[in-house]
């Protein structure tokens, strides 16, 4: 590459370079002498004429740079591209380059240019070598600069190539440990399916197991049933022998009476007692009858009917005192009267043997019941068992996927274990008699009640007490026990869901209003046990309605 000086259009010198058509080399005729020489083709004349382009600006203002085959770079005065070529010269300024450059200062019109100039540039000379000087310590720093510059860049590439590598190696190591746990996970997972699977078949074989047994007790439960009934009809065929013989005695008493005219004031007064022992006899029948209608109820009367049946005793006993004193005082009439103990006599010892056989026919009536209702609640029991394993089934099979993540077999037999223990946990507790309430409370709101149809009893009614109802009465309801219940509801439930289900929910449930809407106590027979429920729902709602309110 040749640089000379070519003055532009506008009078400025300037820098122009040429590029032979010779490969390997560029060149430039200089008048007078052979032709100068670059070291460079032409794929590389480009970017050394930039990198010259970079160096000349420091030593003046470029005003212009035209590239075509010649590369000119025009100066603002002449000075400047004279100090240029000077530092041009410089062997440094070449090996920063890139290239060996020969230049050479080349006026349009030499001999003129030297005349014009010869004087300015002898007087400039030791200027222009002390600034020549100047850019070689220039030139001297930028290209320690650079060297600096070269050799961080290959030191980070080098930091760059090996921290590649050492991520490479990172990753294929990550690689490795994850396939090996996808292994593990999916062999685990195997194992836990397979674990759970089992599971689910012998819950399939306790469900089935659950089913025979289950008819099995249907089975019982009818044959129960059809001895109840063939009970009930023998006690009903008893019952009408035994009024079948009372009247036949009230006309043995009656027919004895005209017989006794001489003891017309003695047969009133016995006909007095006898019409009182008729109709606490007739109370009985009629109790009797209604007991058989209600069953579910017959427990209750027992005690009643005991009582009366003493009251009978004692009547009959003052009876037979009263007979004794008139024999004494009517000994005219001794045998007439003898004729008559002994008939009454007859007849109360019939009726206490009829008395007898009743209260053995009652006594196995309660038996059957007793164990028909055993029955009937473990039916129910083994219905709500059944349904609740039916129901974990199908929460099994809908969460397999779920159970799958997050669970070894450990723990999910340790879980497992624990819901079996919950479940048989026995033992009467607050929370139960809670949860009792809120489920009996959806039962009582959805089920519809009437005598024709499902009839209430005491445990269908969602009664707010901590007890156990099986040994519970209405006249056991009290307004301290109320407000036990409550006071543990609401430390269980919280204030707001106690607000919610129970306490708002309660006080409806138990208005007067309510159930004479509903016709709750219309379904019942038994006019006793309509009193003790209405006095027990009066409890309720008293004790109820400050909280409500409150």
């Known amino acids: ?11 400025r010198p300037s820098l122009m370079f040429t590029t032979s058509s010779q490969p390997g080399m560029t060149t430039t005729a200089l008048p007078g002498s052979g032709p100068l020489t670059l070291n460079a083709d032409d794929s590389q004349a480009k970017g050394i004429a930039l990198r010259l382009y970079q160096h000349l600006r420091m030593f003046g203002v470029i005003t212009g740079l035209d590239i075509s085959s010649t590369m000119t770079i025009r100066f603002a005065t002449a000075d400047q591209a004279a100090t240029a070529l000077q530092a041009i010269r410089n062997p440094m300024f070449c090996s920063n380059i890139g290239a060996r450059i020969t230049v050479a200062y080349m006026p349009e019109n030499p001999f003129e240019n030297l005349k014009d100039q010869h004087h300015p540039l002898e007087e400039r000379v030791p200027q222009q070598e002390a600034m020549a000087k100047e850019f070689e310590r220039k030139i ?21 190539k090996l921290q590649l590598e050492n991520e490479s190696k990172a990753f294929a190591s990550l690689r490795q440990q994850l396939e090996e ?14 674990t759970l699977q089992r599971i689910i078949d012998v819950m399939k074989e306790e469900l089935h197991d659950m089913d025979l047994n289950l008819e099995m007790r249907n089975k019982v439960v009818e044959e129960k049933d059809r001895q109840l009934m063939a009970s009930s009809g023998k006690y009903q065929r008893e019952c009408g022998e035994l009024t079948s013989e009372v009247k036949r005695l009230e006309e043995a008493l009656k027919e004895e009476g005209r017989k006794l005219e001489m003891l017309e004031s003695v047969r009133d007064s016995l006909k007095a007692e006898e019409q009182k022992k008729r109709d606490m006899l007739e109370r009985n029948e009629s109790e009797k009858a209604t007991k058989d209608g209600l069953i579910k109820v017959l427990h209750a009367r027992i005690d009643e009917l005991k009582e009366r049946n003493k009251v009978l005793r004692g ?23 003898a004729v008559a103990e002994k008939r009454i006599k007859d007849s109360d010892t019939k009726v206490a043997m009829l008395k007898e056989e009743l209260a053995i026919g009652i006594n196995e009536k309660k038996k059957m019941l007793a164990e028909v209702a055993a029955l009937r609640s473990d039916l129910a029991q ?13 929460r099994l099979r809908a969460t397999l996927d779920v159970l799958l993540e997050g669970m070894s077999t450990v723990e999910r037999h340790r879980l497992l274990g624990k819901e079996e223990g919950n479940s048989h946990e026995a033992g ?33 009614i969602p009664w707010p007490v901590l007890n156990d109802l099986s040994a519970f009465w209405p006249r056991d309801i009290t307004k301290k026990r109320v407000d036990k219940f409550f006071v543990a509801a609401e430390a269980d439930l919280g204030s707001d869901r106690y607000w919610e289900l129970k306490l708002e929910r309660m006080y409806k449930a138990f208005r007067k209003e309510r159930w004479e809407k509903r016709g709750l106590l219309e379904s019942i027979g038994d006019q006793q046990l309509v009193d003790g429920f209405e006095s027990a729902r009066d409890i309720v709602l008293r004790a109820v309605r400050p909280l409500w309110r409150g």
């Open 1 to 11: 590459m040749s640089l000379k000086s070519d003055p532009a259009s506008s009078g």
């Open 140 to 160: 001297d720093a930028l290209c320690d600069e650079l060297s600096l510059a070269r050799a961080r860049y290959l030191e980070q590439s080098e930091r760059y």
């Open 181 to 194: 746990s996808l292994a593990s996970q999916e062999e685990q997972y195997a194992q836990k399916s397979h």
């Open 315 to 337: 009547a009959v006993m003052h009876s037979d005192t009263r007979q004794l004193d008139l024999e004494v005082k009517l000994s005219a009439s001794m045998t007439d009267k």
């Open 382 to 394: 083994m219905k709500t068992k059944s349904e609740g394993r039916d129901s974990e089934f199908r």
């Open 428 to 460: 009467w507790s607050n929370k139960k008699a809670i949860q009792r309430a809120l489920v009996c409370m959806d039962e009582f709101e959805e089920t519809q009640f009437s005598r024709k149809g499902k009839t209430l009893t005491f445990k269908d």
